[in-house]
């Protein structure tokens, strides 16, 4: 397994290397717990469960050693609900996943130890919209975002395993959480798109298209979409202004956000060939945390 390569200083945020699987007594990577994570099951969350999380996530995002808290299951009550915290291989960074026996297609979730810039980054689509797992892994180890999420189910395997396009689920749980302690945050969650099966011109022409899941986007959203077609050299849109397509208006985790009034929620959708680039060049990944970062300013 290859180890992530480039750690860069990008816009203010400093890359940090990695640590050891203490549950298993060994070091095990990011990308390694990741496949490890993967369920074939899902299982719906009752609410009472679902708030439970949600003050277990609050309270690991506060804390100033999110290991040790995430480990005392006294303080943080993962383990209670089938969470195992571990260290991962790449430095400064603490993981949560579902115990191997307790698998119901919860997610997986990852946090520095200390610090962070406010920002999370989400795959909640890692199987079907190719490479976004990937690139999540990425920007967040060559970052300093502070918490990122990926899905561990087949958004396809049941009806209700969409983590975005259900009520309410860990996911949810975690980005509540994340806007209670990080007001002023971003949570950037990834996407892709095939050109090919959009419906209008603009879609078709597009590279990358933003939403925050609303008709009024923020005009942070449309500096962002500037920023990336000038530095990228990309077409990147907004909708509603640019296209009418893929605008995240039935994504429920959006739509929460907004009711509670954290508008720092950018749905980002990548064509196949920006998913490509991002993968493979380290700077295209540094320009587009750098345009994340200057949105913030």
């Not at 983590?163 to 007001?183: E, G, K, W």
């Not at 909708?239 to 009034?261: F, I, M, Q, W």
């Amino acid at each position: 397994m290859k180890k992530s390569r480039g750690y860069l200083m990008i816009a203010g945020m400093l890359v940090i290397p990695g640590v050891v699987t203490l549950a298993a007594g060994q070091a095990s990577g990011l990308n390694e717990m990741l496949e490890l994570a993967r369920s074939e099951t899902y299982a719906t969350a009752e609410s009472s469960e679902l708030l439970q999380v949600e003050e277990s996530f609050r309270h690991w995002l506060e804390a100033g050693d999110r290991l040790a808290q995430a480990q005392d299951n006294a303080a943080s009550g993962f383990n209670d609900l089938g969470l195992d915290a571990s260290a991962v291989l790449e430095p400064g960074l603490v993981a949560l996943s579902e115990q191997p026996e307790a698998q119901r297609g919860r997610g997986f979730f990852a946090a520095r130890i200390t610090g962070g810039t406010p920002m999370m980054i989400q795959a909640p689509h890692q199987y079907h919209d190719l490479r976004t797992g990937l690139i999540a892994q990425k920007l967040f180890l060559e970052s300093q975002a502070v918490a990122a999420a990926w899905n561990t189910v087949h958004r396809y395997e049941t009806d209700d395993s969409d983590p975005v396009h259900i009520p309410d689920s860990y996911l949810h749980a975690m980005s509540r959480a994340f806007a209670d302690t990080y007001p002023d945050g971003r949570i950037v969650q990834l996407h892709g798109f095939s050109a090919a099966k959009r419906t209008t011109a603009a879609g078709r022409e597009a590279q990358a298209i933003l939403s925050d899941g609303s008709r009024y986007p923020p005009r942070s959203l449309i500096l962002l979409g500037d920023c990336l077609s000038q530095q990228l050299g990309i077409a990147a849109l907004v909708y509603p202004h640019d296209v009418l397509e893929l605008g995240a208006t039935t994504n429920t985790l959006a739509s929460d956000l907004r009711s509670r009034g954290f508008e720092g929620f950018v749905h980002l959708e990548l064509d196949a060939d920006l998913r490509m680039r991002l993968v493979s060049d380290l700077e295209a990944r540094n320009t587009l945390m750098g345009c994340l970062a200057d949105m913030s300013q």
